[in-house]
């Protein structure tokens, strides 16, 4: 029987840590899916459309040439063509004279403008021209980035219940240290023993009549203390008989695996109800999430200028500051986009991060406020005069 029961154990864990990782497993996947569809469909459109060579392109190209021409030996007389003549023509010019829909628009380069579309950061530089392009991306977004706000939310839970161990674990340790250093090790004996007795536990509540029968051995006693057991033994009993009476056919699904079924779904829909409690319970220092965010930034920003050679180290942590916040000026650019694919699980972790700092900014700000709005009323309201009778 130890050997059968074994296995069988092992499977019900097994079961368990699934039915657990299921729920944001399949937000995750639906993610990427959908993500990989896009690219697909907008590299098929937006790759195989015409490049027609429009008449503003050639006025602009003869207006060039003959700025060009018009250029001079002499540097300081080529000034004013530099400062003023060249900057406007090229701010009338239409980026996507000068972009190959074929190289811009590859699987990867799609993927890249699905992923800036989802996560709201649109750079600017990646745009539909086509028609049917544009519909389609207006309906992408709109499927899109509330399954990439639901991803956030999810993830943000995890890391949300693993700082809130970590902050918890850390101060419980930095308690420790200092009761170990004001405490001798007689006042810790005695503060143990004077919790121990003054705790209570009932086992089994009393009825009235055992309770008042009870009173005769307790008039010893202070009459304060002892109404406050009678009234604790009250109020056990109470709940005792609230309690709804169990239904005992449900409890054989631990020796009947077939009746676990309605149990195990009934799990794993209570997971889907508790995203996004986890970080509304959150409570940590906000300068704790600032450090955070400021590390996990640093990090990127010193492995970015190895693949992007145009980034230095500031250009690097200004990108990832303006990519993580869902700003997305567009000034700064990527060349190698096939890098995106490892530099989007670093942006949705680090939007995650960002979300729970303004999360907890957000809940700074809604208590300040509340404060300031208490205080004003306070002084507000007058007081009341007592008159001499």
Known sequence: ???????????????KIFWAVFPHACFIVSLVIYAFL???????????????????????????????????????????VYKKDIPELFNRADPVWFINPEERWNFFGSLFFCCTVFTTVGYGNTYPVTR???YLCMLYALFGIPLMFLVLTDMGDILATVLSKCYNKFRELQSKILASKLFSGSTCSKRNELKSQSKIVINEPLTIMELLRSQTGMKRG??????VELFEMLIARENENTQPVRNKSMER?????????????SKVIENFDKIG???EKL????????????????????ALPRWEKNMDFQ??????????????????????PKFFLFFSLYIIIGMEIVFIAFKLGQNRLIVLYKKVISSCAEKNVPSKKIYPK
Request: charged share 20%; net charge neutral; with cysteine.
């Open 38 to 80: 896009g690219a697909l469909m907008f590299s098929h459109i937006e790759s195989t459309r015409k490049v027609i060579v429009s008449e503003e392109y050639r006025t602009f190209l003869q207006n060039l040439t003959q700025l060009a021409g018009n250029l001079s030996d002499n540097v300081t007389e080529n000034e004013e």
């Open 277 to 279: 409690k986890e970080v």
């Open 222 to 227: 202070p009459v304060k203390y002892r109404n």
């Open 1 to 15: 029987m130890a050997t059968t029961s074994q296995p069988l154990r092992g499977k019900t864990t097994c079961k």
């Open 132 to 134: 049917i392009g544009k």
């Open 315 to 336: 250009e690097a942590f200004y990108f990832c500051f303006i990519t993580l916040t869902t700003i997305g000026f567009g000034d700064t650019k990527l060349e190698h």
């Open 253 to 265: 699904w631990s020796s009947c695996p077939e009746l676990a079924r309605e149990k195990t779904v």
């Open 283 to 302: 409570d940590v220092p906000i300068v704790l999430m600032v450090l955070v965010i400021f590390l996990y930034i640093s990090c990127a920003a010193g």
